[in-house]
Each structure stands twice: as C-alpha cells, then as structure tokens.
C-alpha cells in the first residue's frame, strides 16, 4: 500500500472492536471488482500467545453474537485449548447461599444451546482479529493517532509516523478515544467509584464449566471458568474496598476471596499478579460526524458486572460494517453523514437498552438497600423459578435479542481457517 493513497477506511485503535470490524470490512468486499482498501492505526500489536503460556487474566465472556461475528470475521476456529466455553451461570445475593434456591441458575441445557459463550484472553482475540484482517488483505500501521482535518471528500489523519488520507474514519481507540476528542464529539459520563481487580486463581473445588457471579454491598465477584480448571476473577469493588485488597498479600487477598465468594467454589490461591481498572460509565452523545464513526469503547462504556463491553462493541463493528459494505455496494458515500447517522440510530438505542439494565443490576443487587433492593434481590429466585423470564435473559446474555446485524445472525456453515483462535 502506499501511503499517499486515499483509504477507503482507516480504523484507528486495533483492539478487539477496531481489528473485528476491519476484517470484517476487507473479508466483507473479498470477490468484488475493485478492492476495499482499510488499514488500522495501533501502535501496540499482540503477538498470538503459544499454546504452553499462562493464560493470561485479562479475560472476556464471549456471548454467541460474538461468536457468529467472529467466524464471518475469520477469526474463530473450534474452541479448543485456549478458548473455554462455559454451560451455566449461577447469580447469587450476598443474603443467600451459591445453593440455595433463591440463586439464579441459568443453564445452557434449557434453552437447547451446547453453550452459553466462551472465556477469551483478551489479546487473544485481538492478535486473532488482526490476523484475519491481514489475512484478508489489510494494512496495519503501527502508529499513534495525533488529529485529523475533515474536508468535503476525506479525512486527513496526522500519525506518528506521517500523514494519511481516507474517505471514512472509523475511532476504535477505546474509553479515552482520541478520535472522539478531535472531531468534538461530547459525553456523558459517570464515576461508579469502584476498582475491577482480575486474577487467576486456583480453586478448592471444580468450576463445573460455569460462570459464579456474587453480588455484594460493596461490590460485585465473578469467577469465569478456564480450560485449565483454574478461574479468572473479576471483583468490581468499592474504592475504598479495592485499595485494600490490592494492597494485601496474595495470602491475605486469598482470604479475603474466600470471605466474598461464601467458599463457593472452596479455598482460592492467587496464581498471577493482580490488575486494577477504575470503572466509570461513559456514553457519547453522537457517534457520527460527517466522515467519522465511533465504535466500542470510544463511543459507550460500561459496567463490566454483566460482562458485555466487548460483545456490544463487536455488535458495533459489526451493524456499522453492514451500513458500509451496503451504502458501497450501492454506489452511495459511504463517508457522507446520512449513511452513518443509520448506523448511529440502529446501535444506540440498543446499547443504551443494555447500559441502563446493566445499572439497575448494579444499583439495586450490588449496592441497594431499601425495599427496592430487596425486591430485586429476591427477584433473582423469581426468575428462577419462570422458564419464560429465564429464556428472556439468557437471549439477552447470549446477545441474540433485539436488531441484529447479519454478520451475528445463525451464519451458515463456513469453512473454519487455521491461525484463528483455537
Ligand atoms: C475488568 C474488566 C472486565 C471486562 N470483562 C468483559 C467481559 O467479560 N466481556 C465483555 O464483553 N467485555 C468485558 N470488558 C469490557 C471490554 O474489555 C472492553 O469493552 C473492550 O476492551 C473494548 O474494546 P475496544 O476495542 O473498543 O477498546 P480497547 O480494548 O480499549 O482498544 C483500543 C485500542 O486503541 C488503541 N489506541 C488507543 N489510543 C490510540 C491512538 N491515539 N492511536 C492509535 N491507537 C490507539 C489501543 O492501543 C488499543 O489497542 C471488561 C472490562 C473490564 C475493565
């Protein structure tokens, strides 16, 4: 490629949203009579891991829409190894027991699915991603963005390592999105003064294939299943708790894990360090100007309790991957506004759909007190006791609710590439 060339995309940000919806692009316009020319702007490339390497603690739960993008994304292979594919949930309030009753069991089983998604490495799924990508045709150009200029036809993007030009730019460059900042594009965000720490630990007892989640006064523990019968926590805490806890010893934090997670799954030994991550709330007010489009973090932010950032912004890349194969396929700009304000109108409402349910979960099991409060937390038995409310969440977590892109539609059988995840 060169570099005085006009792009037809350049997605700036490589992370998983950024790299999925790039190959998406250049595998979305494979066969047709002039090439879809995309490049990605990300400075930091991860290396595919070698299959003996510890599994990494930054993990994500891939739901089955992510799966189906995925594998039109080229980057999916049968989940073997690496990939953990988990058969049931078990939601439970502070006030009860892991097995009592009033936990909220959701099983892969009841709804005839084989399961309810996939334990990921993070940099897995992006090294997969960027394989595909440059797989498929595309050019990664390991910079830094600095600013753009707008004009009538393309967009002037300055880099680290010089100047390019491209008809659409798509800002992938997560929560602190510089992109969104240069075109002006405004958000509403808010601290939830709470510190998600990761870890891998080792368990007393079997995972049994399933994700534990516990929600507490100050806080809220996941334990998601690894292939390799340990489990990556996630324990979005209080400031004030969270301070502690990574201040402790692997041996006191341990205890500390043991206390929170009621012995659910026995005594835990840390197996990695520990990472923090602030939690804030942020949702951009646009994701559109004209010629540029925000997706994944760069555009929405949210709690991680319910495990969906990645999943929503793959949905992103995905819906806006549809809208601009189609406007090309049609002969329409693809950069001009109203193409992109309908991937705008399809996308947000979804995501703020998701966002607000995620915050009655946080709001109200987590942290709530009161009347309200309780009513949700016995909700949980509630629902667990209706075959109907359960269908409706396990659609809801497997991602397969509301208007869906193509690409996350049941896919036909596709031949499954080597190199991809595995
Ligand atoms: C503790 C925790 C647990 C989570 N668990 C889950 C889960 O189970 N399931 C789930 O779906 N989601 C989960 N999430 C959310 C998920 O991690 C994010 O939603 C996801 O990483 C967003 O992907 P992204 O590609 O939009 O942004 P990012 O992953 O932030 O990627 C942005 C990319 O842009 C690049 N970049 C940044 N600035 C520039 C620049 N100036 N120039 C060029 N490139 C740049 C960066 O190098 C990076 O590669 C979790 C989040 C946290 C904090």
Redesign the pocket.
Known sequence: MVMTDILDVLV?????????IAALLVRGAAGSATPFRVAV??????QMPLSDSPIDP??????RS?ERILEVAGAWAPPLGRVTPYERMRIWHESVSAASSRALVFDAADVGEPNLGY?VE?RLL?AALLDAFVEGGGWIEP????GLRIGAEYVNVD??SGTLAARVVIG????????RQAVGLTVESSDYRQT???ATVATERSHEKTAWQRFMRDGTL?F?PLADGTSSI?W?ADDSVASVLLAASPTDFALELDRASDWALGATRLISER???P?RRLAAHRYVAQRVAL?????H??H?L?????????L?AAALAQVLLDARREREDPGALRVLRQYERWRKSEVAFMSSAIDVFDRFLAHGTGPLARLAQHGLGWVNRSQELKRFFIGRALGIAGELPRAAQRPARIERRGGALS
């Open positions: 700036i940000g490589g992370g998983p949203v950024g790299a999925c702007l990300e400075p930091k490339r991860p930054r993990v994500v739960a891939v739901a992510s334990i993070s992006q910079a830094q963005f600095v880099t680290s992938a460059d997560g929560a602190q999105s510089a992109v998600a720490i990761v996941a998601l996630v979005s990472a923090s991550f939690l997706i994944g973090d760069a555009a932010v949210v991680p319910a495990g969906q950032g990645v999943n929503l912004g793959l992103d």
